[in-house]
């Protein structure tokens, strides 16, 4: 039942994309925000495009009128997790590809190759044995 009413609010423009931005900084303790907020009369959460380093979707809550003290603590609570994957998945992935890198550089020199840029149509095989 609510994949089905989340699938209609999208073909109903109910979570927009196109006018949202994000820049959350990644790999710091801090988080940026997103520059976007949603007009005044928005009655759902707005969900950005994947953040570049951390592939997450950045969500902007909707804060209702009347919310309780409860309402806004899980709010709150929500926006810190948020932070909080933001920031640890853009570190992983960003030491990821780091290691990636030099993992691939070191098995090429290991053979006595040479790292070839993406325009060389020869592409040697790394991973198997001779």
């Not at 928005?42 to 309402?71: A, Q, T």
């Not at 020199?109 to 044995?129: I, Q, V």
Request: hydrophobic share 30%; net charge positive.
């Amino acid at each position: 039942m609510a994949a089905v009413g989340a699938a209609r609010a999208l073909r109903a423009g109910g979570c927009r994309y196109s006018r949202f931005s994000s820049s959350f900084s990644s790999g710091g303790g801090e988080r940026a925000g997103p520059r976007f907020r949603p007009p005044a009369g928005s009655r759902r959460d707005w969900i950005g495009p994947p953040d570049k380093r951390s592939n997450l979707r950045p969500v902007i809550f909707h804060v209702p009128p009347h919310e309780s003290p409860l309402e806004r603590r899980l709010r709150e609570l929500r926006e810190e997790t948020q932070a909080w994957n933001q920031s640890f998945w853009a570190r992983q992935n960003t030491a990821f590809q780091r290691e990636k890198e030099e993992f691939i550089y070191s098995r090429l020199k290991a053979r006595g190759l040479e790292a070839r840029d993406e325009t060389d149509l020869y592409a040697p095989r790394l991973f198997t044995s001779q």
